[in-house]
C-alpha cells in the first residue's frame, strides 16, 4: 500500500538543488547532443556521443584536465571523484583518442595526462557546445534572469 504524500511534502521536489540538479543534468544533456552533431568532431566519437556512450562523466575530463596535462590524482581531485573512478575514465577515453599517458617531466615515477591532437579537437567542439547551450539558456530565460543565475551560482560556488 502505497502511503500517501504529506501535505508539506512538495518542497522535495522544488527545493534549490534538486532543481539545480535537474538543470545541470539538462545542461549536460544538450552539450553532448551539440557535439554529436559538430561535424569537426571525429566521426567514431560523435557516433558514442549520439549513441549515449559518452556521458556526463566523461565530460569530467574535458573541463577538468589542464592544456599541459594533469597527473592522474589532480585532475581526480579537480573533478571530486576517487582517482581510481577517474582512472577508468581516462583509460576509456585513451581508448577513444582523446588522451594520452606520458612521463612527468618533474617526477620519472609519475605520469601525465595530456590531450591528443583529436582531444583538443574534442575539447573545441566542448567549448562551442558550451556557448550554444548557455546561449539557448539565456534565450530561454531572458538575458536578466540569466545574469542573475550565473552571478548568483558564481557566489554560491564561491568562484
Request: glycine content about 6%; aromatic content about 4%.
Given at each position: 500500500?502505497?502511503?500517501?504524500?504529506?501535505?508539506?511534502?512538495?518542497w522535495r521536489?522544488?527545493?534549490?538543488?534538486?532543481?539545480?540538479?535537474?538543470?545541470?543534468?539538462?545542461?549536460?544533456e544538450r552539450v553532448l547532443?551539440?557535439m554529436?552533431?559538430?561535424?569537426?568532431?571525429?566521426?567514431a566519437l560523435?557516433?558514442?556521443?549520439?549513441?549515449a556512450?559518452?556521458?556526463?562523466?566523461h565530460?569530467?575530463?574535458?573541463?577538468?584536465?589542464?592544456?599541459?596535462?594533469?597527473?592522474?590524482?589532480d585532475?581526480?581531485?579537480?573533478?571530486?571523484?576517487?582517482?581510481?573512478?577517474?582512472?577508468d575514465?581516462?583509460?576509456?577515453?585513451?581508448?577513444w583518442?582523446l588522451?594520452r599517458?606520458?612521463?612527468?617531466?618533474?617526477?620519472?615515477?609519475?605520469?601525465?595526462v595530456?590531450?591528443t591532437a583529436?582531444g583538443?579537437?574534442?575539447?573545441?567542439?566542448?567549448r562551442?557546445?558550451?556557448a550554444?547551450?548557455e546561449?539557448?539558456?539565456r534565450?530561454?530565460v531572458?538575458v536578466e534572469?540569466?545574469t542573475v543565475?550565473a552571478?548568483?551560482?558564481e557566489a554560491?560556488?564561491?568562484?
Open positions: 500500500m502505497q502511503a500517501l504524500p504529506h501535505p508539506d511534502d512538495a521536489q522544488t527545493h534549490l538543488g534538486r532543481l539545480m540538479g535537474h538543470a545541470l543534468r539538462r545542461f549536460d547532443t551539440l554529436a552533431h559538430n561535424i569537426e568532431v571525429p566521426l560523435s557516433n558514442l556521443a549520439a549513441r556512450q559518452v556521458s556526463a562523466a565530460i569530467h575530463i574535458t573541463r577538468h584536465l589542464a592544456l599541459e596535462g594533469s597527473r592522474l590524482t585532475l581526480a581531485a579537480s573533478a571530486g571523484m576517487s582517482k581510481q573512478a577517474m582512472a575514465l581516462v583509460t576509456q577515453c585513451e581508448a583518442g588522451v599517458r606520458e612521463p612527468d617531466p618533474l617526477d620519472a615515477r609519475a605520469r601525465r595530456c590531450f583529436t583538443l579537437t574534442w575539447l573545441q567542439a566542448f562551442d557546445a558550451v550554444q547551450a546561449a539557448e539558456f534565450q530561454a531572458g534572469v540569466a543565475v552571478l548568483g551560482l554560491y560556488a564561491g568562484a
